[in-house]
């Protein structure tokens, strides 16, 4: 298994380098008929403030018609504009808006498997990351709250001083865990609460076998000042479990799978490095030990492809004390929705892939996940 977990983690990053230094050669040729891929949250929303659109889309769908000189359009969420109703500077970033998609395009029976990787640049899948990703005092600021696991919601008061909470960890996925945290941040400094929500893990009847339990704890965490880069935590649990809830949390283990009940302290850590992948408002990769767990994995907001944006993120749970390996995948769409919730809700399927209760790789957790954007800026 540990020679297995190995060759999944060269695989991983070996495919992440292969897609960040690959360079795809197309010769460019004028596009006049083309919908604006959501890459420029600032160049999305500086449009739609020209002509008066309240609240602005970040994501907004915008298609450019520019084939008859004396009648030239730009179309924003189905209203069109004079392409002169915007500025000189503004027409001039449309006209040479480097993600483009055709739409004079003709699509075949063979274009719809190979379309959208023939348009892929290679060498503009990644951008530095932004300066509030690399920030050792922002970087806890987030404005996505998610139904399990993932990033913590980040709520600032002024500056690096503020709020986060999450439900999960970050590295869980649906039903595996009754964890549940609340952050106090400054100047890199979180202080926070730790507990349990048994409701979380009591909704799943099945494959309840690899879970992870806590009950009240206390945590404290640093984000070292040179970039945000690296995170060093400790968790440590101040009332073990009672009776009863070990019985409760311990009636699925088997000789060949436990569920680790947290008790006592933790020393946890996270390096990471922060990337901007698709355009992505906020992503990372990232090696960690949280709770004597070790972890691999990458997650990304609202990225875009193919006129389409989503959130994706992956965990690999490699190595545990206690809990066999498992794989985390959440995938949560955006644009599904009309009015406010079209840029501002995500949702799609996170699921778990590790041994059923039989000891066969299989699913073990699948549930729909969704995540609500406060906020349009970020």
Excluded: C
Excluded at 159 to 179: A, L
Excluded at 326 to 331: G, L, M, N, T
């Amino acid at each position: 298994m540990l020679i297995m977990n190995k060759r999944l983690l060269h695989i991983f990053f070996f495919i992440f380098i292969l897609a960040a230094v690959s360079k795809a050669q197309i010769e460019e040729e004028p596009v006049l008929y083309f919908q604006m891929e959501p890459l420029d949250d600032s160049l999305f929303i500086h449009l739609q403030s020209e002509v008066y659109i309240d609240p602005p889309d970040p994501k907004a769908e915008i298609i450019v018609d520019l084939r008859d000189p004396s009648n030239q359009t730009l179309m924003i969420q189905g209203t069109v504009f004079p392409f002169l109703a915007f500025s000189p500077e503004s027409r001039a970033k449309v006209q040479t808006y480097p993600f483009k998609l055709n739409l004079e395009e003709t699509v075949g029976f063979h274009s719809v498997f190979t379309r959208v990787l023939s348009k892929i640049k290679f060498n503009k899948i990644t951008s530095p990351p932004t300066k509030a990703q690399i920030s050792p005092l922002l970087g806890y600021i987030n404005p996505y709250v998610q139904l399990f696991g993932g990033e913590r919601l980040g709520l600032p008061l002024k500056g690096d001083i503020g709020f986060s909470f999450g439900v999960g960890t970050e590295y869980s996925g649906p039903f595996e865990t009754n964890f549940a945290e609340f952050n106090f941040h400054i100047l890199g400094v979180k202080v926070g609460v730790i507990n349990g929500i048994d409701a979380l893990t009591e909704f799943k009847t099945d494959n309840n076998h690899n879970n992870l339990y806590t009950t009240l704890g206390i945590q404290f965490g640093y984000v070292i000042p040179f970039g945000n880069f690296f995170e060093f935590s400790s968790q440590i649990i101040v009332d073990d479990a009672s009776a009863s809830q070990l019985e409760k949390f311990r009636k699925f283990d088997t000789p060949d799978f436990k569920a680790q009940i947290l008790t006592g302290s933790y020393f946890s850590w996270e390096v990471r490095y922060p990337v901007k992948l698709l355009g992505a408002t906020r992503g990372k990769i990232y090696f960690a030990r949280f709770l004597n767990e070790y972890h691999i994995g990458f997650s990304g907001r609202e990225m875009a492809l193919a006129g389409n944006v989503f959130d994706f993120r992956f965990d690999g749970m490699i190595d545990s004390e206690i809990r066999q390996p498992q794989y985390v995948f959440d995938i949560m769409v955006q644009r599904l929705f009309d009015y406010w919730a079209f840029s501002a809700v995500g949702i799609g399927p996170g699921f778990i892939i590790g041994k059923n209760e039989e000891g066969n790789p299989g699913l073990t957790s699948v549930f729909f996940n969704i995540r609500l954007k406060l906020g349009t800026s970020l």
